[in-house]
């Protein structure tokens, strides 16, 4: 249960003022706001020509859950996560992972939300109780929570708790050179390869190039990341383009990187059907063509799920509907072969 902690009004980071108004700078929007008027994301508003972030502390989905669920493969595997998101986004779209929540959310605007108010220092205090080696910041866009997101991640590193973020990308490089100092893993949310054309028709976006250019900054401040591709039929499932992000993160990230094809399930879109599993195969042995060592198709008792090594293809990390069932590993080595993989684990 959430300590009764009062609620404050907290100031945001990462803004600047103009004339007339505030440049919000945490996201790639980086959103004009007038006096008494809110953001995008309407969980940032200009009070007095001062932002304020409304969602301080107002934790939705709070659940302890395998790190595997975010989806992080070489992170850790096998650990438990604390996992809770807090209300807010910058796409509200129906091909976003959590859009059902997030729309519901965004109907009813920040003041009627429920939600348990937690501290930074109680979500801390419960990752230590439950035995948790992360907190996952997910459900919901974590940037558009960096206050909370950023005092909590600061206070965990000191813990010894690892901090770990599931994005959609379109968060700011400054706000990325704010946080990476406390981020150990992220996890970024990609759907139809980053296709232009489809963000701009369904994401209310223009330009993809924000989410690679988050991507080389967490690497350069080494932050670990995983990334997946949600491929939507019909609309999202183009194999040339993803053929290029797949070329895109060999080159701008490394061959290492790990990258999870993810299959579209009709929940808020019906009239689309699920990704046929013959896409997605397609979509993976291209991307191993093009250089990428761990792809993974994220569905259940699929043998692309487990990770394998690369020089040998002695079997590493067996998994089944995400959840692990046997780790084969000496520390980050193959047993067989010895070859070096990037996989963390104590």
């Known amino acids: 249960m959430a300590k009764k902690a009062k609620e404050e009004l907290h100031e945001a980071m990462l803004w600047q003022k103009e004339r007339n108004g505030i440049r919000c700078l945490v996201c790639s929007r980086e959103c004009f706001i007038n006096k008494d008027k809110r953001g995008f994301c309407q969980v940032r508003e200009n009070k007095g020509n001062k932002l304020y972030a409304l969602n301080f502390g107002k934790v939705v989905g709070l659940n302890i859950q395998p790190i595997e669920k975010n989806p992080l493969f070489h992170f850790y595997p096998a650990s438990n996560s604390l996992s809770f998101g807090i209300f807010g986004c910058n796409l509200f779209s129906q091909f976003c992972p959590q859009f059902e929540l997030e729309n519901k959310l965004h109907e009813k605007t920040i003041e009627n939300v429920k939600y348990d108010y937690y501290t930074p220092e109680d979500i801390v205090e419960l990752a230590e109780k439950k035995n948790c080696k992360s907190i996952t910041y997910n459900l919901t866009e974590p940037s558009m929570a960096f206050e909370f997101v950023f005092r909590t991640a600061k206070l965990a590193e000191r813990s010894n708790i690892k901090n770990t973020l599931v994005?959609?990308?379109?968060?700011?490089?400054?706000?990325?050179?704010?946080?990476?100092?406390?981020?150990?893993?992220?996890?970024?949310?990609?759907?139809?390869?980053?296709?232009?054309?489809?963000?701009?028709?369904?994401?209310?976006?223009?330009?993809?190039?924000?989410?690679?250019?988050?991507?080389?900054?967490m690497k350069k401040h080494r932050v670990f990341v995983e990334i997946t591709n949600l491929i939507v039929p019909q609309?999202?499932?183009?194999?040339?383009?993803?053929?290029?992000?797949?070329?895109?993160?060999?080159n701008d990230l490394s061959s290492e990187t790990p990258y999870h094809i993810l299959q579209f399930q009709p929940f808020a879109v019906a009239e689309l059907p699920p990704t046929p599993m013959s896409t997605l195969e397609q979509f993976s042995s291209d991307a191993k063509k093009v250089g990428l060592r761990y792809v993974y198709i994220d569905s259940f008792n699929h043998p692309d799920e487990s990770t394998y090594c690369h020089n040998c293809k002695e079997l590493?990390?067996?998994?089944?509907?995400?959840?692990?069932?046997?780790?084969?590993?000496?520390?980050?080595?193959?047993?067989?072969?010895?070859?070096?993989?990037?996989?963390?684990?104590?």
Do not use: W
């Not at 499932?237 to 797949?246: P, Q, V």
């Not at 990390?317 to 193959?334: E, F």
């Open 235 to 250: 609309v999202g499932d183009n194999i040339e383009k993803g053929t290029r992000l797949a070329e895109r993160i060999s």
């Open 316 to 346: 590493l990390i067996q998994r089944k509907g995400s959840t692990v069932k046997k780790i084969n590993l000496v520390q980050d080595r193959c047993p067989n072969c010895g070859f070096k993989t990037n996989i963390f684990k104590d």
């Open 167 to 217: 994005t959609n990308g379109f968060i700011s490089q400054e706000a990325v050179k704010k946080v990476a100092k406390h981020l150990d893993a992220a996890t970024v949310n990609i759907v139809a390869s980053a296709d232009k054309e489809f963000y701009t028709k369904f994401m209310s976006v223009e330009d993809t190039t924000p989410i690679f250019q988050a991507l080389r900054q």
